[in-house]
């Protein structure tokens, strides 16, 4: 079955750039998905078909994807980026939704 | 949009439990619906998935054979019929809307602890 690997804890300082990747075996090849969890609250998503945001996302969060890499990235972090960042694709081979182990955004 | 989830609570492991997805303010028929869980400080997993007019539906293999998934339309529903509980399906469960992809609405969510 298809595998997302992302990083378990990614730190940056107030204003700084974070950077969340999400591998995956030609993950460039799928459409990967990105969702912001604040704890006891349910998944949002920030970043859909690789690069789109939804409405109320602001322009500084960011993605892309190519070859074996997905990244996340969030420029100006804020006090209020603090969260579980997940990864989530369709794998069409399984039949099956995955999504990474999630990462654990933390602001210094 | 709105997904309120319900039917959570404490069962022991070899029971059963229905949860339930009440949804409004769109078109639930013309909507994918899904499942993901998350156990107690872990990550999201997705747990199924059922097409508008229910031909088409998937399970985790960590569930199959054990959950029914099943919708109603005239009813505005979702629901998630759990058999033969092991003490791993121990979970918050959220129904979810499927965009194209992803999941572009979520319900808050209703706990599932099963333990004797």
């Known amino acids: 079955s298809y595998v997302l690997t992302q990083p378990p804890s990614v730190s940056v300082a107030p204003g700084k750039t974070a950077r969340i990747t999400c591998g995956g075996n030609n993950i460039g090849s799928k459409n990967v998905h990105w969702y912001q969890q604040k704890p006891g609250q349910a998944p949002v998503v920030v970043i859909y078909?690789?690069?789109d945001r939804p409405s109320g996302i602001p322009e500084r969060v960011s993605g892309s994807n190519s070859g074996n890499t997905a990244t996340l990235t969030i420029s100006r972090v804020e006090a209020g980026d603090e969260a579980d960042y997940y990864c989530q694709v369709w794998d069409s081979s399984s039949e099956h939704v995955v999504f990474g182990g999630g990462t654990k955004l933390t602001v210094l | 949009v709105q997904l309120v989830d319900s039917g959570g609570g404490l069962v022991q492991p070899g029971g059963s439990l229905r949860l339930s997805c009440a949804a409004s303010e769109f078109s639930f028929s013309t909507y994918i619906m899904n499942w993901v869980r998350q156990a107690p400080g872990k990550g999201l997993e997705w747990v199924s998935y059922?097409?508008?007019?229910?031909?088409?539906?998937y399970y985790a293999d960590s569930v199959k054979g054990r959950f029914t998934i099943s919708r109603d339309n005239a009813k505005n529903s979702l629901y998630l019929q759990m058999n033969s509980l092991r003490d791993e399906d121990t979970a918050v469960y959220y129904c979810?809307?499927?965009?194209?992809?992803?999941?572009?609405?979520w319900g808050q969510g209703t706990l599932v602890t099963v333990s004797s």
């Open positions: 979810a809307r499927w965009q194209g992809g992803h999941f572009d609405y």
């Open positions: 059922i097409s508008t007019d229910s031909n088409t539906i």
């Open positions: 078909y690789d690069s």
